[in-house]
C-alpha cells in the first residue's frame, strides 16, 4: 500500500508563503534544500509525518497560473467552525463552510 509523503506547490514569495502555512495549519521549516535553479523546502508539524513541499523556482517573477483544473491539499480538524473563525480573525482569507455530499450522504464539510 502506497504512504502519502508530500504535497508540492509552487511559490514566489517563499517568506509569505512559510509565514501562512504557519499562521494556517501550524507548520514548521522541516528541511530547506538549495539547487542551482530552485530551493525545496519542506514543511510539517509534530501531528503527521505528512509534509508540504514548497518549491521556488530562481528568476520567476510571474505569478504561477493554476489553470483549469482544481487541486486542494486536504486537512483534517477537530472543530471547523472553531478553525474557520480563527482564520478570520488572524486576517487569513476564506469562505463560507459548505456540505460536500456524494449520493445523498454527507462526504465532508468544505472551507476553501
Known amino acids: 500500500m502506497a504512504k502519502m509523503i508530500h504535497s ?3 511559490v ?3 517568506h509569505r508563503s512559510v509565514a501562512f502555512y504557519r ?3 501550524g507548520l514548521t521549516v522541516a528541511e530547506r534544500l538549495d539547487f542551482d535553479t530552485f530551493t525545496l523546502i519542506y514543511m510539517s508539524n509534530s501531528d ?3 509534509e508540504l513541499e514548497l518549491t521556488v523556482n530562481r528568476g520567476r517573477s510571474a505569478p504561477y ?3 483549469d483544473g482544481y ?3 486536504a486537512v ?3 472543530d471547523l467552525e472553531a478553525e474557520h473563525q480563527r482564520f478570520l480573525a488572524v486576517g487569513l482569507e476564506t469562505t463560507k463552510i459548505v456540505d460536500f455530499n456524494h449520493s445523498g450522504a454527507k462526504l465532508a464539510l468544505l472551507s476553501r
Do not use: E, K, P, Q
Request: hydrophobic fraction near 50%; glycine fraction near 14%; proline fraction near 0%.
Open 8 to 10: 508540492m506547490i509552487r
Open 12 to 14: 514566489l514569495d517563499v
Open 23 to 25: 499562521l494556517a495549519f
Open 48 to 50: 503527521t509525518g505528512f
Open 65 to 67: 497560473s493554476i489553470g
Open 71 to 73: 487541486g486542494h491539499l
Open 76 to 78: 483534517s480538524v477537530n
